[in-house]
């Protein structure tokens, strides 16, 4: 089959960037897919499952839930985590996150994590506010090897930082980022990559819009963090399933508030999560969604059920169909999360592409990949042997 032609393949990139349009054509697919698939189109396994090693934060974000959230802090045991991998590797999921609500590096045995899961097979990808990162936490991280280490860094004026991450330390931050490249770059482990034979990890910035973030802050921010990473991904935040009600950086709009909620309410599509992945929090509460702060979204507990019994479970199944109905009346926190009115991939990725542009900066990898990049590389005949330099 051909290829469509690139104006028409803009086109439809377009199209997919938009959020009302979009959103509304993708709500309108699943109510025809529920005359024949009521509870959608389900794998037989999830396609990855996604660890929250504690619950603990040491940062009190103005975008974020984890402030207000009721759970104690817990940090997920090593008998528990080493079960998992086991259960995962038998079944075949191919891969691991080790990241959901609060700050990974606050679990002590974080490296010793990712090396069993690398051991196992799977990509493995984390994400941390880079403020924890000594010498040797980053060191220990990057021997370990994961995929993608991604660090949050929203802003370069310090002083906005702490504004809108309270209990940061900007420079502490810079310099953590600084130590994970450093050592990545002395002896990170190989690996060969859609872009070669490369050290692990992928550096990764991801950054969120806030009412700070202008073209004077783009061009600092690529100044300061730029040399640093290999990608950025940039993104607008959400309510957090409710848990950030004011939304102090809501994006913009010449729509009051409450019209455009009601609006984009109606259009929404559905989550993703309970098509692909399992969260399984540091309680052993096993959860369906990236904002579940105190447990809300639970489908049962891990290792009582295993993960084909969670996967395909009454819960899980009730669940979907909510999202096919498009109704929430036993799951609460999925109808009040706006993150399936207004969040788009395919908007923010327009966006991110348009920032990188306008201020020159270039990735180094690529973190904008097909789903199986490996695959798209070996059709185009790309070698498996050339080297890159970081």
Aim: glycine residues 6%; contains cysteine; charged residues 25%.
């Amino acid at each position: 089959m051909r290829p469509p032609p690139p104006r028409m393949e803009s086109l439809k990139s377009r199209f997919r960037a938009t959020i009302l349009p979009y959103h509304a054509w993708k709500h309108f697919r699943t109510v025809l897919l529920r005359r024949t698939h009521p509870y959608g189109i389900v794998p037989d396994r999830p396609q990855r499952v996604i660890v929250e090693p504690t619950n603990a934060c040491n940062l009190k974000c103005s975008y974020c839930g984890n402030k207000d959230m009721l759970r104690p802090w817990t940090y997920l045991k090593w008998e528990l985590y080493e079960k998992l991998i086991g259960e995962m590797q038998a079944l075949g999921v191919p891969r691991l996150t080790l990241h959901t609500i609060g700050e990974p590096t606050l679990h002590p045995q974080l490296p010793k994590m990712v090396a069993l899961a690398k051991s196992a097979g799977f990509t493995v990808t984390l994400s941390t506010n880079g403020t924890l990162l000594t010498d040797e936490r980053a060191r220990a991280l990057v021997e370990a090897g994961p995929d993608i280490l991604s660090v949050s860094v929203d802003l370069a004026d310090p002083e906005a930082l702490k504004l809108v991450r309270p209990g940061i330390d900007p420079a502490e931050m810079l310099a953590g980022l600084g130590r994970l490249r450093r050592f990545r770059d002395e002896s990170g482990p190989q690996s060969d990559s859609p872009w070669g034979v490369v050290r692990l990890p992928s550096l990764v910035a991801t950054c969120v819009v806030t009412r700070y973030w202008n073209r004077e802050e783009e061009r600092r921010w690529f100044a300061l963090y730029g040399p640093l990473i290999d990608d950025v991904f940039i993104h607008w935040p959400n309510s957090h399933a409710g848990y950030s009600k004011a939304e102090p950086h809501r994006r913009r709009s010449w729509l009051p508030a409450r019209l455009k909620d009601w609006i984009y309410r109606r259009a929404r599509y559905s989550c993703s999560y309970p098509w692909d992945a399992l969260f399984l929090l540091s309680d052993g509460t096993m959860s369906v969604c990236r904002f579940d702060f105190d447990a809300r979204v639970k489908i049962g507990r891990y290792p009582e059920q295993n993960l084909l019994e969670l996967w395909h479970g009454q819960k899980m199944m009730s669940l979907r169909k909510a999202h096919m109905d498009f109704d929430f009346r036993d799951w609460s926190t999925c109808d009040d999360c706006n993150a399936t009115w207004y969040e788009n991939r395919h908007d923010h990725f327009r966006y991110t592409q348009q920032v990188k542009r306008r201020n020159a900066f270039v990735a180094r990898r690529d973190m904008w990949l097909a789903p199986e990049p490996m695959a798209e590389r070996r059709r185009k005949g790309v070698g498996t042997t050339a080297s890159y330099a970081g």
